[in-house]
């Protein structure tokens, strides 16, 4: 692996957009730093932090891979992300979260997984493991969408961090909507039903849990339900016929049982939010409520 030239693109652009993450930044810098994969260029974006982060971040700037960046006015996280990735210089896109720790073999495992998967638009990885084979493997808008809606495993909760883009791609898809929390999750909706992903390898970055982060309720994660319900009746839905069906009848399974489990704690409110957000009508929720079925297999390819 060569070390990044200031006569050529890197091949990868790392970006950080970070908020008030003093605690954190520094570490989340060394990880990207010590990897074994040396060929990137590092871009942190503060968005107009009120502590310190901006000041550490610039103490790795004598680095000549990283970049830093200080926003004139706050974007919230995810135009500050696309923010960073319209900066990005190198062939490939990766998201690093500000209070996160990347494993040093990440960006080597996850930029030769899709090096040699022209046909897929990002790769993913996951906490642990993919179900039903080895990694890496090719998953298709019909495969992901089977994965997530008829198997145990979600492709389309993943975070951003778990996720390596051709930076041309992601531009192409149009970045992530800003439509608060859950707009990492609503593009994945969306761009799984048109792109090719490669899984890769999971645990390759560790995700931090902290009393600074936050915490997200069922108001937060409203328009994801209505995203997928809706994406479930579209024209270029990757499913269809009985898989399909079988889908819907899981979705609402899966939105009635998130909304039962906070009026079982006594959120009554949130309970409500989630079956009113989902945007599934009475009419359809007669028609699919029904006990779910899933499978491992599903979305596996052959071997």
Same mark, same amino acid.
């Given at each position: 692996m060569s070390t990044t030239s200031p006569n050529r693109p890197p091949k990868?652009?790392?970006?950080?957009?970070?908020?008030?993450?003093?605690? @954190?930044?520094?570490?989340? !810098? =060394?990880?990207?730093?010590?990897?074994? #994969?040396?060929? #990137?260029?590092? $871009?942190?974006?503060?968005d107009c932090s009120r502590d310190r982060t901006a000041e550490i971040a610039q103490g790795y700037a004598a680095d000549p891979r990283v970049s830093v960046y200080v926003n004139d006015h706050n974007l919230k996280q995810f135009p500050n992300r696309n923010h960073g990735a319209s900066l990005a210089r190198g062939e490939f896109l990766k998201f690093h979260d500000s209070d996160d720790i990347m494993y040093p073999h990440c960006l080597q495992v996850m930029v030769g997984a899709l090096d040699a998967e022209p046909r897929a638009a990002f790769a993913v990885s996951c906490f642990k493991r993919w179900v039903g084979g080895p990694c890496p493997a090719l998953s298709t808008p019909a495969q992901t @969408?089977?994965?997530? $809606? %008829? /198997? +145990? *495993? /979600? !492709?389309?909760? +993943?975070?951003?961090?778990? $996720?390596l883009f051709r930076t041309e791609a992601f531009r192409r898809l149009g970045g992530f909507p800003d439509l608060g929390t859950a707009s990492d999750s609503i593009f994945l909706v969306r761009a799984c039903a048109m792109e090719n992903v490669v899984l890769v390898p999971a645990d390759l #970055?560790?995700?931090?849990?902290?009393? *600074?982060?936050?915490? #997200?309720?069922? =108001?937060?994660?409203? +328009?994801?339900?209505? *995203?997928?319900?809706? +994406? %479930?009746?579209?024209? *270029?839905?990757? %499913?269809?016929?009985? =898989? $399909? =069906?079988?889908?819907?009848?899981?979705?609402?399974w899966r939105v009635g049982r998130y909304a039962w489990e906070e009026i079982r704690r006594g959120r009554w409110k949130a309970g409500f939010t989630i079956v009113r957000s989902a945007k599934i009508s009475p009419g359809e929720w007669v028609q699919y409520w029904r006990r779910p079925r899933r499978s491992d297999a599903a979305g596996v390819p052959p071997y």
């Open positions: 990868v652009s790392v970006v950080i957009a970070a908020y008030n993450r003093e605690k @954190y930044i520094a570490a989340a !810098i =060394e990880s990207v730093l010590r990897q074994t #994969f040396t060929d #990137f260029e590092l $871009l942190v974006v503060d @969408y089977q994965r997530d $809606l %008829l /198997g +145990a *495993e /979600g !492709i389309m909760w +993943a975070a951003p961090g778990h $996720l #970055f560790w995700y931090r849990v902290h009393n *600074e982060q936050q915490i #997200f309720g069922a =108001e937060d994660w409203s +328009a994801r339900y209505a *995203e997928m319900w809706s +994406a %479930l009746h579209q024209p *270029e839905c990757p %499913l269809t016929g009985h =898989e $399909l =069906e079988q889908a819907r009848r899981n979705w609402c």
